[in-house]
């Protein structure tokens, strides 16, 4: 099913820099690249609140389920509901098969999802910090 949102390449790029994105942000989630390990800027990030889609605000991930997977991306062991993420099959890689998670409104690509992440799901939600932002929880 193609993407509720759809925008051509240059208003993909024109509302990333709107948002103040970082430069990697577009070929991350509009050409499904990758960010080095350990240079993403929610990588280290331990404070509460909502990880969102750079492309269009979707709440993804809560900061409760995000912990430190050792692998130098963001990890969440588990999305914040059924319909807050999509995934794919993944044969681009020369590692093999792998399950690549995509924002499901707009279609960005936000990283991938292994099956070696802690209890209660078991799963390593591996995202791209390029592909999100944070909304820092609000303080009473």
């Known amino acids: 099913m193609p993407p509720k ?11 990333l820099a709107e948002k103040g994105a970082e430069p990697l942000a577009y070929q991350v989630t509009r050409k499904e690249g990758t ?7 929610y ?20 900061s409760a389920t995000k912990y430190e997977s050792g692998s130098g991306w963001p990890s969440f062991f588990q999305p914040l509901g059924q319909d807050a993420v999509e995934t794919q099959e993944d044969r681009s890689a020369w590692l093999g098969v792998r399950t690549e ?9 936000l ?12 799963l390593r ?3 791209n910090s390029a592909s999100l932002q944070f909304k820092p929880a609000k303080s009473d």
């Open 125 to 127: 939600y591996c995202m």
């Open 101 to 109: 998670v995509h924002c499901p409104d707009c279609g960005a690509h």
């Open 5 to 15: 949102i759809q925008k051509t390449e240059s208003e993909w790029k024109a509302l």
């Open 35 to 41: 960010e080095r390990a350990f240079t993403g800027k």
């Open 43 to 62: 990588e280290g990030n331990k404070d509460p609140g909502t990880y969102l889609c750079i492309c269009c605000d979707k709440p993804l991930f809560d």
């Open 111 to 122: 990283g991938h999802v292994f099956p070696d992440g802690p209890r209660p799901t078991g």
